[in-house]
């Protein structure tokens, strides 16, 4: 058996759905081809690392649909504990066993496991760890991008990833206030879109006064959508244009997808609507099955 690190470790028993390293992503890069990446949910990543006391955009960990076991590695250090937290979507989180809080600093002993269940509300839990996640960082960011497989592949049983010492701050004595996880319909803010001019009226008033319920068919590329056809007032496909995260395109069949952080840079869809960035978060957590209700954004 190897000897012990002095680097405090994670040792991966069970990655859940898909478990995989974020932190606040790419920004700026669309013009070399590099989608965003990131955190989808980056309040309960930011919450996750205040209340560690880490910079905010310190490394953490995306579950979607949780179901995460883990297990801090003994290192050679006297003193190999760490501190963690668990913010974002709402499920059982246990550490040996025994139940622990969300939403504020735990301390988790060498040699103990942490387990984060499937969630009952929302859909990804963050877990981030004193001191930050270590991962290549590739093109600035230690961020995963699933569709392009740039940073560290997703997470697999088995794997360890090493403990950062970025903190820069001591634990808060005072737990922070949490963002909450949205429960039934979720109101979205929309801004104009670029192509809104390629679609009929009646599309444009229906994608605000109907309900859209996300699909099982939604990850961190793009979220589909059902719900009424949104008609166009003219056919033929537009050459690929620059696409941003939240934009919604409309395909032909009428069902729009919502782009997300690792969605491409470029499309060849219309553009009907812009998710407003203040709505992202929101957007993360919303489940299959789950109402949405589009608004539009105040200037």
Known sequence: MSAKSSTPRLLIERPGLLATVQDFGRPGLA??????????DRAALRTANRLLGNPEDAAGIELTMGGLAAM????SAPDADAWVAVTGARGDITIDGRSVDPNRAVRLAAGSRLE?????????????????FDAPLVAGSRSTDVMAGLGRAPLAPGDVIEIRDDAIAPVP??????WSVPAGDIDVMLAPGPRADWFEASALAALFDEPWLVTNDSNRVGMRLSGAELTRSRGGELPSEGMVVGAIQVPPSGMPTVLLADGPVTGGYPVIAVVAGASLDRLAQARP??????RHAQP
């Open 289 to 294: 099955g789950q109402r949405l209700r589009f």
């Open 116 to 132: 984060i269940g499937i969630p009952t509300h929302g859909v990804r839990p963050y877990l981030a760890v004193r001191g930050g």
């Open 72 to 75: 801090l590695m003994p290192g």
């Open 31 to 40: 013009s070399r081809g590099i989608a965003p990446s990131g955190a989808l």
């Open 173 to 178: 004595a005072n737990d922070l206030s949490p």
